[in-house]
């Protein structure tokens, strides 16, 4: 069972925007820490963004000011706006939930950022 289905993603021009949205199918969703990670080639996954169960949220530093994550929790939904896209933010993004013992992953979207 997949229980974290991202999409969005997508070609897109430097400088251009994109949205990413995950659809968590997990039963106590509000209480789970949500993030965004991303995996260039040749590099380690990375984290961009995280939001916990209360709202607040940490980037990383290539990302803030450029990207907002955010969550829905009456529609078990996370997303993060992407503005000011670089080519350097090209990567597969893969959603991530956490809470006690779980730690689950999406199977990823490609985003490439490309003139």
């Known amino acids: 069972q997949v229980l974290l289905v991202e999409s969005g993603g997508g070609l897109v021009q430097p400088g251009g925007s994109l949205r990413l949205s995950c659809a968590a199918s997990l039963s106590l969703f509000n209480l789970y820490t949500m993030g965004w990670y991303r995996q260039a080639p040749g590099k380690q996954r990375e984290l961009v963004a995280i939001i916990t169960s209360g709202g607040n949220t940490n980037y990383a530093d290539s990302v803030k000011g450029r990207f907002t994550m955010s969550r829905e929790n009456a529609k078990h939904m996370v997303y993060l706006q992407m503005n000011n896209v670089k080519p350097e933010d090209t990567a597969v993004y893969y959603c991530?939930?956490?809470?006690?013992?779980?730690?689950?992953w999406g199977q990823g979207t490609q985003v490439t950022v490309s003139s």
């Open positions: 991530n939930g956490r809470w006690g013992q779980s730690d689950l």
